[in-house]
Nanobody, 120 residues
Framework: QVRLVESGGGLVQAGGSLTLSCAAS????????MGWYRRAPGKQRELVAS???????NYADSAKGRFTVSRDNAKKAVFLQMNSLKPEDTGVYYC??????????????WGQGTQVTVSS
């Protein structure tokens, strides 16, 4: 059973910074893509940032220049460093990982979500 556990969410003032962490555990043969999604109030869940096993990153336009996604394969973890936060960044952030439990099968896993609130 694979689990993704998130931490680091909270309340921060506009212009401040916050770091989200997500650690995977369980039956893991290989972790492929990892990333962070956000569900803002009144909006659908959208990709904020992702990172491949090779380190290639992708960001939403709203996150470019302010957010940095990274991973630590030894710790089976992915991080999201968020700087210059804006009220528009408010939402529930979900950790995502595409994980192989064996050579021939991969599955998608999600964290429980962590609330990020940016006050003006």
């Amino acid at each position: 059973q694979v689990r993704l556990v998130e931490s680091g969410g909270g309340l921060v003032q506009a212009g401040g910074s916050l770091t989200l962490s997500c650690a995977a555990s369980g039956n893991i043969f290989r972790i492929n893509n990892m990333g962070w999604y956000r569900r803002a109030p009144g909006k659908q869940r959208e990709l904020v940032a992702s990172i491949t096993s090779g380190g290639r990153t992708n960001y939403a336009d709203s996150a470019k220049g302010r957010f940095t996604v990274s991973r630590d394969n030894a710790k089976k973890a992915v991080f999201l460093q968020m700087n210059s936060l804006k009220p528009e960044d408010t939402g529930v952030y979900y950790c995502y990982a595409d994980i192989n439990g064996s050579w021939f099968r991969s599955d998608d896993y999600w964290g429980q979500g962590t609330q990020v609130t940016v006050s003006s």
